[in-house]
């Protein structure tokens, strides 16, 4: 299973992006996906989760100002991210579960988000 994540860049702050990840392979409709960040001398962190009933789960710097999607129909999830900040900055990693009820899960290689004036 590949998750293959498109849209990073960079971005003025105040500015939007959207990231997509597409899903090869397996069929994530009965799992989570999602999107983790990491920044340069940090964790991993939370940043949205959205399970198999649409339930979606954010980290609390990113709640209002993101938004979670997924088309299971095309194996995609998508991250709208608006207001974005300095503090933005990171790597942002796909996440998906094929069942949430088995401990399985797949990431993506990571798409650099920048932002900058």
């Known amino acids: 299973v590949q998750l293959v994540e498109t849209g990073g860049g960079l971005v003025q702050p105040g500015g939007s992006l959207r990231l997509s990840c597409l899903a090869s392979?397996?069929?994530?409709?009965?799992?989570?996906m999602g999107w983790y960040r990491q920044a340069p001398g940090s964790e991993r962190e939370l940043v949205a989760t959205?399970?198999?009933?649409?339930?979606?789960n954010y980290g609390r710097s990113v709640k209002y100002r993101f938004t979670i999607s997924r088309d299971n129909a095309k194996n995609t999830v998508y991250l709208q991210m608006n207001s974005l900040s300095f503090e933005d900055t990171a790597v942002y990693y796909c996440?998906?579960?094929?069942?949430?009820?088995?401990?399985?899960?797949?990431w993506g290689q990571g798409t650099q988000v920048t932002v900058s004036s």
């Open positions: 996440w998906a579960k094929p069942s949430d009820f088995l401990p399985i899960t797949y």
């Open positions: 392979e397996d069929d994530f409709t009965a799992g989570s």
């Open positions: 959205m399970d198999s009933r649409g339930s979606t």
